[in-house]
């Protein structure tokens, strides 16, 4: 079992800046890929971006390429998504996910891929 706890959410000004972090616990050694999902009120979850593998491959949704950055610190187990030029429609519940099987880029951008699952962070932006 993998459990994952996400951090860092809240209210900014369109145009701001979050950081949100997931800090896994558990066993994190079977853990092959770390993603990001959103979903806003009405809407589906979407992807947003993933981490795989031991070299860091990374994969953004257009909507956020070039605004978010997703990275990790394998030592601390956490896995982080930087949100720069924020908007209103980046307003969301942002989730963590963890994922134990190898599997290509386009493979973990659905959320049915993935074996675990944080508590979810509210981010709201305002206009």
């Known amino acids: 079992q993998v459990q994952l706890v996400e951090s860092g959410g809240g209210l900014v000004q369109a145009g701001g800046s979050l950081r949100l972090s997931c800090a896994a616990s558990?066993?994190?050694?079977?853990?092959?890929?770390m993603g990001w999902f959103r979903q806003a009120p009405g809407k589906e979850r979407e992807f947003v971006a993933h981490i795989r593998g031991s070299g860091g491959s990374t994969t953004y949704a257009d909507s956020v390429k070039g605004r978010f950055t997703i990275s990790g610190d394998n030592g601390k187990n956490t896995v982080y998504l930087q949100m720069n030029s924020l908007k209103p429609e980046d307003t969301a519940v942002y989730y963590c996910?963890?994922?134990?099987?190898?599997?290509?880029?386009?493979?973990?951008?659905?959320?049915?891929?993935?074996?675990?699952w944080g508590q979810g962070a509210q981010v709201t932006v305002s206009s």
């Open positions: 558990g066993r994190t050694s079977s853990t092959y890929v």
């Open positions: 996910a963890a994922g134990s099987l190898w599997g290509a880029s386009y493979y973990y951008t659905a959320y049915s891929h993935y074996d675990y």
